[in-house]
């Protein structure tokens, strides 16, 4: 497989000071940094400059980010109407450390964000300015739905993240805490009830309503709900429109304020300004911070009026009146409203999504494709294993469609012959509630395995060799998932059509060189063929964009 180095963006050899700068940092920071370091484990380079979707490393190495700061940069790198809105309060001597005090540039930056918010909120909304991250913010959101409505609980969802403090640990999948219930987060491709689709939206919303309903549930009444419209770091799963509407009646009707996780998929991400307004849902609680930043620390919460009862001094924090992030967070949300980025980012991101889902037919290691605008997943399994089977399942689909009835299994595992007593009837009207869950809540694709099928097994190993093969080819992206085996592309809202091809060769070229390592077919023709087809006038348009 012939690849130019700037295409692969291999980190240099050749000994110079660029080189010698690079291994030093990187030595040092092994030595004296924590255990806990992250992506600089998973991508050991060196970023000296960037601009848009271009990031230099001490070497001299390029690369493509699709990473973009964990979904942070929604314009990229150090884009010129973010660099011009700090350099303006920089010159014009404005004090950058002022508390929560009233100053020019934060209500520029309210009367922007008010003016993206979803219908329904921002004529009675309030903000509160938290600390810089977005955990803090979630903290500041479940402390608010606490005082407001004098009770402790949380519901959250599994595969949730909310942050790494202790109360957004707790609301997150991978913790447990008797203070928040957990509940099923609808999904296709590995439908917790084994049936995908609208079946499996419904059966998560009656398994929540249950919860709530049954007095010996061991659930009390909570003090909020929490969900994100996209998991993120739950493996980029978006949920059905119609069931986030179901939530928002489920919640209405309960007295029990929803919580919208917006952190990663605000500011035009998914392809909308905010993701829930894919289904038309008013949160009585909004958690923002990354992109709304402009690339700098910000947090704030926005929430209905109705639920801001707190007294002065309830919630507060040193750095929650960050000017320079202000500035830069009032021209991210003009650029993006004022030149309909998110619509670019809906319409990108489905093309892309077209490619890989023809790319997933070439390599079978690929068992899903799927996301919603420019916040997009590949779910990497093992090819050569066996499709996963639960013979315990108590539901499975009756029709190959799965549209009319749910069959029930017989003691051996199989369907039988009689499907659950007026199941038909039940699903008809299963089907209708809250404007039914006729959308999924973005693109998905099982290509081998899904809904329709018993997926294969996550492959983690694999996806960590996908994302170095990557970071050779000068592509960085990101790992997330329940197993983190579905590899992640968060490309700034910014990125063109050229570039976007060359993120997705770049991704092609590192899959079949997995593939072709991975799998004992690996010279088969159809892999041979794909590498070629990849190369030549690609390789060179990929060269003048990295």
């Given amino acids: 497989m012939v690849v130019t180095e700037s295409v692969r963006g291999v980190v240099s050899e050749s000994a110079g000071v660029g080189a010698a700068v690079h291994e030093g940092i990187l030595r040092r ?27 230099e490393g001490a070497d001299g190495s390029r690369y493509l980010d ?34 929560d005090l009233a100053t020019p540039v934060k209500d520029a930056f309210v009367t922007e964000l008010f003016r993206t918010l979803p219908p329904g909120l921002a004529d009675n909304a309030r903000v509160q300015f938290c600390g810089p991250a977005g955990t803090d913010a979630v903290e500041a959101a479940f402390k608010l739905v606490r005082a407001a409505t004098g009770r402790t609980g949380i519901l ?9 403090t202790a109360g957004a640990l707790e609301a997150s999948g991978g913790a447990f ?35 709530l309903d049954d007095p010996k549930s ?16 739950g493996g980029v799963i978006p949920a059905p429109d119609g069931w986030l509407r179901r939530m928002r009646q489920i919640t209405a009707d309960r007295s029990i304020p929803l919580i ?14 905010w993701a829930v307004d894919h289904s038309g849902v008013t949160p009585d609680v909004m958690v923002l911070s990354k992109a709304i930043g402009g690339s700098l620390p910000l947090a704030v919460i926005v929430y209905n009026e109705d639920l801001d009862a ?23 949300l003009a650029y993006v409203r004022e030149n309909r980025l998110a619509e670019r980012a809906a319409e990108l991101g489905s093309r892309m999504m077209h490619q890989l889902r023809g790319l997933a037919g070439e390599f079978e290691c690929i068992g899903d494709v799927r996301g919603r605008g420019l916040m997009i997943g590949v779910e990497v399994v093992e090819p050569e294993a066996e499709p996963e089977r639960d013979e315990k399942r108590s539901l499975t689909l009756a029709t190959r469609d799965g549209i009319d009835a749910l069959g029930a299994p017989d003691r051996h595992g199989g369907a039988t012959d009689q499907a659950m007593p007026d199941a038909s009837a039940e699903l008809g009207h299963l089907g209708g509630g809250a404007g039914g869950f ?6 998905t694709a099982a290509v081998h395995g899904g809904s329709e099928g018993h997926p294969r097994p996550a492959a983690p190993e694999l996806a960590a060799a996908i994302q170095r093969e990557c970071l050779r080819r000068g592509l960085i992206v990101e790992l997330g998932g329940r197993h983190s085996s579905v590899v992640r592309l968060l490309p700034p809202l910014t990125i063109s059509d050229e570039q976007a091809t060359a993120v997705l060769d770049r991704l092609a070229d590192a899959v079949d060189a997995v593939s072709r390592g991975h799998t004992p077919g690996h010279d088969r023709p159809h892999g041979s063929h794909a590498g070629q087809r990849r190369h030549g006038d690609r390789a060179d348009r990929a060269d003048r964009v990295g």
Avoid at 29 to 55: F, H, M, N
Avoid at 74 to 94: C, F, M, Q, T, Y
Avoid at 219 to 233: D, F, K, N, S, Y
Wanted: aromatic share 6%; net charge positive; glycine share 16%.
């Fill in 260 to 273: 919208a996780d917006e952190v990663q998929t605000g500011v035009g991400r998914t392809g909308s300004f």
């Fill in 156 to 164: 959250a969802f599994s595969g949730a993240y909310h942050g790494m």
């Fill in 438 to 443: 006729a959308g999924r809540g973005g693109g």
């Fill in 177 to 211: 805490d008797v203070r928040v219930a957990r509940l099923p987060y609808p999904q296709n491709y590995r439908c917790p009830f084994g049936v995908g689709g609208e079946h499996g939206a419904e059966l998560a919303a009656r398994w929540t309503e249950s919860v």
């Fill in 310 to 332: 707190w007294q002065p001094g309830a919630h507060a924090g040193t750095f929650r009146g960050n000017q320079l992030a202000m500035a830069a967070g009032t021209a991210t």
């Fill in 66 to 99: 699709c990473l973009s700061g964990a979904g942070t940069l929604a314009l990229g790198h150090n884009h010129p109407v973010v660099l011009e809105a700090i350099r303006k309060v920089l010159d014009s001597g404005a004090p950058l450390h002022v508390l």
């Fill in 29 to 55: 920071q092994s030595a004296r940094e924590s255990a806990a370091r992250t992506y600089a484990r998973a991508l050991p380079i060196v970023p000296v400059r960037a601009r848009g979707l271009t990031i």
């Fill in 218 to 233: 061991g659930v009390r009444h909570p003090a909020g709900m929490i969900l994100e419209p996209v998991q993120g770091e």
